[in-house]
């Protein structure tokens, strides 16, 4: 039984690791949590359902179609609200507020045009296969999305720290100002950073969509819950600790069920949360002075 | 100037307009349903079902000539709109009686409005425990989990041979909660020791954790008193992880949605309700007829529930003498009801009073026997 715990928790906590992961990475460079992101997750997910089955794409074309379509509702919201705010020079609660907003109106506007019934893809598509390893149970999808989710992290660490484009990122993540001094075109890759940070939420939603009964306009909401406390356990803005961060709570959240009771898995996750807070505010990754992205 | 008189007397005429506005030959009913948010997987057939009962009773001629208007509202699933509602519906809109809210959850914080103001409120959907310990002004037609659970449990031991249980539950809502209660004091009636119980909450998607430790405490068969959404992802993870046992579930488990979603994974999971659509009663057979005809899918076990609700307040009303004043009609009306009996879509159906709470007066549950259901080549059949 421990073997297929530690399966399950691996599986649930990348889920929540490539949820954080766009999460965080707007936090770092753009340094502002952006609560609507929960929504673009969920508008990601509806994107491919509707792809696949109103449009009868093929898999494969209607991902990445989900995936772009995730990222320019990120770039709008960035070009809407943030850069407003921006220009304004607001202080960090503001974008936080017009971005629960602009998720209260992404969330409406989907329960009008989808209903408000949890969906799934067409079963059929895939023939749930699970991986057996003696008693152990792998759904495929699951690993899948596993791999996926630290092939994509591992990806943004190499772009971060070794290309000309994730150099002026940092740059930027320092000081947007000395960035631009230094003739970096920051508002150009705020932009960037909201399209790829939202195209990355919008793949969460259509994973967790593939693999369980739940894509539903009210899907963002208990997500973002765990996504704050991910990125929080690995490091607000660091890339590495939200993955980290994500599977750790997926550990944490499994392993409570197992040794303790279910009743009092969020007890115990939360709890490590703030007793993370205590002990190292910083988080996992987190370097306590300076801000890393 | 001189047009101020005039004006002052339009004025006059229209509040006097205004205040008479429930005219002769309109019955003003309060329906409240959950019509968007979650829980509007149940609350629109409930709706529906309505819908088609006030056009066949105002088709026939209405209450002695009276048309039935349900004034509707949407309570979204939230307690706070339930509560905002009931106060419009009985202070500005002025109705009779309210239909309504959905979920148990609502009603608890919306019924003591209505019986404050001695105003029938009146459930079609709402089937936790407690309910009608609100008041003597609280009703409702949805028999009570505590009333269909033993039924149902009994016919699944039978079935299946039981002699040891696992059960998951939500243990953040107020409906899953109390049907985990309801079941948990069945188990113990019936002696059948439950060998591990797993929760989860509003929200959850992964319950792969849950069910392995259910799988390693080997039951004969897991309870689920659950949802139908999160009680399909349920059954999916549950095959997934090689777990052959069958489910029995509560109220949330009426719903074709169930079989629509969980596809295979839901074969032989058993459940009561107090519909069956194979029940081949004319006044069933009707309704499903008619609700297919206007509404073009198939009704359920809550458009059932409302559709009847509908004619028990039309057999109540034919007792009922309306005079005119709202809070007489109001309590003259609340004295009918409880001896109203009808042969509906549902079967037979009669209230039962409430056993005072704390010395307090309850209200009228339903009386009624349920139907136990299991799943068979992706159909809810009648267990027999």
Known sequence: ?????????????????????????????????NLSHGGIFMLGAYAALLLISKFFLPFWIAIPVAMIFSGLVGLLIDVLILRRLRQRQASHLMPMIATIGAAILM???????????????????????NLKLGNITIPLLQAGITTLSILLMLLMVWVLK?????QALRAIAESPRAAALLGIPVERLFYL???????????????????????????????????????????????????LGGLFLGVAEVFAITFLSSEYRDALSFGLLFLMLLWRPQGLFGASATRSA | MRLRPLTALLTLLSALIISMASPAGEIRIGLTEALTGPASQYGTPIHNGFILAQEEINAKGGISGNKIVLIEEDERGKKEE???????????????MIFGPTLSNSMFAAGPVANAAHVVAFGTSNTASGITDIGPYVFRSSPMEADVVPVTLKAAIKHLNIHKVGIIYGNDDAFTKSGYDVFKQALEDQHIPVVDTETYSKGDVDFKAQLTKLKAADPDVIICPCLSEE????????????????????????????????????EGTIVGSPWFDGNPSVQNQHFIAAYRKKFGTDPNQFSAQGYDALFILAEALKKVKLMGNLEQDRQALRDALPDVQIDGATGKFAFRPAPPHNGKPGGYDANQTPFVYIVKNGKFVLLK
């Open chain 1, 193 to 243: 950073t909201s399209f790829i940070a939202a195209a990355l939420g919008g793949t969460a939603g259509i994973l967790i969509g593939l693999s369980f009964n739940a894509i539903s306009p009210f899907m963002g909401q208990p997500m973002l819950h765990k996504g704050i406390a991910a990125i929080i356990l690995g490091g607000l803005g660091d890339v590495r600790g939200a993955v």
């Open chain 1, 107 to 129: 969330t409406s506007l989907a329960q009008g045009l989808f209903g408000s019934e949890a969906r799934r893809f067409p079963l059929e598509m895939f023939n749930d296969e």
């Open chain 1, 1 to 33: 039984m421990l073997a297929q715990q530690i399966v399950n928790a691996i599986s649930l906590g990348s889920v929540y690791a490539l949820f954080a992961l766009g999460f965080t990475l707007v936090f770092g460079i753009l340094g502002v949590i």
């Open chain 2, 231 to 266: 009680g399909s992802n349920i059954l999916l993870q549950a095959r997934a992880l090689g777990i052959k046992l069958s489910f029995i579930g509560g109220n949330g488990f009426n719903s074709p949605k169930l079989v629509e979603i969980a596809k295979t994974a839901a």
């Open chain 2, 82 to 96: 339930a509560i905002n509602v009931y106060k419009k519906l009985i202070f500005q809109d002025k109705v009779l």
């Open chain 1, 162 to 166: 070794r290309t000309r484009l994730g």
